[in-house]
T-cell receptor, first 112, second 111 residues
Framework: NAGVTQTPKFQVLKTGQSMTLQCAQD?????MYWYRQDPGMGLRLIYY???????DKGEVPNGYNVSRLNKREFSLRLESAAPSQTSVYFC???????????FGDGTRLSIL | GEDVEQSLFLSVREGDSSVINCTYT??????LYWYKQEPGAGLQLLTY?????DMKQDQRLTVLLNKKDKHLSLRIADTQTGDSAIYFC???????????FGTGTRLLVSP
């Protein structure tokens, strides 16, 4: 069972470089999410997509853009990476309102 | 405001029960969740409870919800070394199910 798949698993960038983090789910879920996890801070929502064709800002959207490419895929783009964006990024999906979210294994991103 | 608080660390011996506590602030929460994160891995959904329930049991896991005090707990019976991980409490906010996470409790189980 693949569930939620994130690529890449690890990445090192230089300040100012751009990058797209990929996420795909095979559970036919309507909703998808991007979080970042920083030490001692739990997970914070960056962007979410309630359904195909819609995206909305979460708690910490600055410096990021997203694309809901189709029902399966939801990508996160850093246009000009900054050291403050060094973090572990998690993608999640759910069947919709009041359905639990299922997480991928994360992308560990370091920006030098 | 939205805030979820957890203690940072819990240490128990194998075979004992573990109790991880969580407090939340938003009384409009619909569901409350417990996730487990092992090193280098994503978050695994353990269990969840609807806000109109007081208790839910699932094998070794028991969730207790005190809505008056906005307190949630996760009890793990017969704790094993494989239960060592970080446990996150999360509350859902609003109809869309925005999740607000606590900072996580690191559980260490010693033989």
């Amino acid at each position: 069972n693949a569930g939620v798949t994130q690529t890449p698993k690890f990445q090192v960038l230089k300040t100012g470089q751009s990058m797209t983090l990929q996420c795909a789910q095979d559970m036919n879920h309507n909703s998808m999410y991007w979080y970042r996890q920083d030490p001692g801070m739990g997970l914070r929502l960056i962007y979410y997509s309630a359904s195909e064709g819609t995206t909305d800002k979460g708690e910490v959207p600055n410096g990021y853009n997203v694309s809901r490419l189709n029902k399966r895929e939801f990508s996160l783009r850093l246009e000009s990476a900054a050291p403050s964006q060094t973090s572990v990024y998690f993608c999640a999906s759910s069947g919709g309102s009041n359905q639990p979210q299922h997480f991928g294994d994360g992308t560990r991103l370091s920006i030098l | 405001g939205e805030d979820v608080e957890q203690s940072l660390f819990l240490s128990v011996r194998e075979g004992d029960s573990s109790v991880i506590n969580c407090t939340y602030t938003d009384s409009s929460s619909t569901y409350l969740y417990w996730y487990k994160q092992e090193p280098g891995a994503g978050l695994q959904l353990l269990t969840y409870i609807f806000s109109n329930m007081d208790m839910k049991q699932d094998q070794r896991l028991t969730v207790l919800l005190n809505k008056k005090d906005k307190h949630l707990s996760l009890r793990i019976a017969d704790t094993q070394t494989g239960d060592s991980a970080i446990y996150f409490c999360a509350e859902s906010i609003g109809g869309f199910q925005k999740l607000v996470f606590g900072t996580g409790t690191r559980l260490l189980v010693s033989p």
